[in-house]
């Protein structure tokens, strides 16, 4: 019947959730990753139980640690080149998951997720939900669920587009009053302290209200000559 198929679906998903989890922590080596990834269906499941794990118990032994980190950074990345999901929910997963393992662990492992590229894959997660399809119920999980000053100083940040997607945001849904203030507050306030994001924001809007209330002082140093088109639309609440 239709509720022991469904009973023994999520009985063999807890089972391949706690073996690839195992594997992972025990003998990552042996996981044979790469052909994990390369099944859409297996990498989804093994991917909402590791994260689902790591979110619950962040703490990885500093002993082995190295391919633990290695594995999971080979596990996530696919997530990024994978074709857009309805809704930016496993990035923000994996965000918090990656967030937690840094905040719980001692600075041995802090320093693997560097050098394993494992907090440059939370910053392209990041990027890379700002280009999925807009809704209005994703954009207020993207600005509840990713803290913006991780990449405020990052090239790789403007170079993806992630300013103009911001704004984009900003612009697409005007009757959102609250959205349009987070999403002003954190262009205003934390990725515009940086002038380099300031330049590139200024250039792409239209708007020069917008312009004269954002960045007051940058237009009387003449940081926003040579402004260009984009981003219009005077439907700001700032």
Same mark, same amino acid.
């Not at 990552?28 to 990834?37: G, I, N, Q, S, V």
């Not at 080149?81 to 492992?109: C, G």
């Not at 911001?166 to 009757?175: D, I, R, S």
């Given at each position: 019947?239709?509720?022991?198929?469904?009973?023994?679906?999520?009985?063999?998903?807890?089972?391949?959730?706690?073996?690839?989890?195992?594997?992972?922590?025990?003998?990552?080596?042996?996981?044979?990753?790469?052909?994990?990834?390369?099944?859409?269906?297996?990498?989804?499941?093994?991917?909402?139980?590791?994260?689902?794990? !790591?979110?619950?118990?962040?703490?990885?032994?500093?002993?082995?640690?190295?391919?633990? $980190?290695?594995?999971?950074?080979?596990? $996530?990345? /696919?997530?990024?080149?994978?074709? /857009?999901?309805?809704? /930016?929910?496993?990035? $923000?997963?994996?965000?918090?998951?990656?967030?937690?393992?840094?905040?719980?662990?001692?600075?041995?492992?802090?320093?693997?997720?560097?050098?394993?590229?494992? @907090?440059?894959?939370?910053?392209?997660?990041?990027?890379?939900?700002?280009? @999925? /399809?807009?809704?209005?119920?994703?954009?207020?999980?993207?600005?509840?669920? !990713?803290?913006?000053?991780? =990449?405020?100083?990052?090239?790789?940040?403007?170079?993806?587009?992630? $300013?103009?997607?911001?704004?984009?945001? !900003?612009?697409?849904?005007?009757?959102?009053?609250?959205?349009?203030?987070? =999403?002003?507050? =954190?262009?205003?306030?934390? @990725?515009?302290?940086?002038?380099?994001?300031?330049?590139?924001?200024?250039?792409?809007?239209?708007?020069?209200?917008?312009?004269?209330?954002?960045?007051?002082?940058?237009?009387?140093?003449?940081?926003?000559?040579?402004?260009?088109?984009?981003?219009?639309?005077?439907?700001?609440?700032?």
């Amino acid at each position: 019947g239709g509720r022991l198929g469904r009973e023994a679906a999520r009985c063999a998903k807890d089972i391949v959730g706690r073996l690839v989890v195992g594997g992972l922590l025990g003998d990552a080596k042996a996981l044979r990753m790469k052909e994990l990834c390369d099944h859409v269906g297996m990498h989804s499941l093994a991917t909402d139980q590791v994260l689902s794990h !790591f979110d619950r118990d962040p703490l990885i032994h500093p002993t082995g640690s190295v391919q633990v $980190l290695r594995s999971l950074v080979q596990l $996530l990345e /696919p997530l990024i080149d994978a074709s /857009p999901a309805d809704s /930016p929910s496993v990035y $923000l997963q994996a965000v918090r998951a990656i967030n937690r393992i840094a905040n719980q662990n001692s600075d041995t492992v802090r320093s693997f997720m560097k050098e394993a590229g494992m @907090l440059e894959l939370r910053d392209g997660l990041l990027i890379h939900s700002l280009k @999925l /399809p807009l809704t209005l119920d994703g954009a207020f999980s993207i600005m509840q669920g !990713f803290s913006f000053e991780w =990449v405020a100083e990052k090239t790789a940040f403007r170079e993806a587009n992630g $300013l103009a997607h911001l704004l984009h945001m !900003f612009h697409a849904f005007p009757e959102q009053y609250d959205l349009q203030i987070g =999403v002003g507050c =954190v262009l205003k306030n934390v @990725l515009c302290v940086a002038d380099d994001n300031r330049r590139a924001v200024m250039k792409v809007v239209e708007d020069n209200e917008i312009s004269r209330n954002w960045f007051p002082h940058a237009q009387a140093a003449g940081l926003g000559e040579g402004g260009g088109g984009g981003v219009g639309g005077r439907n700001s609440h700032l």
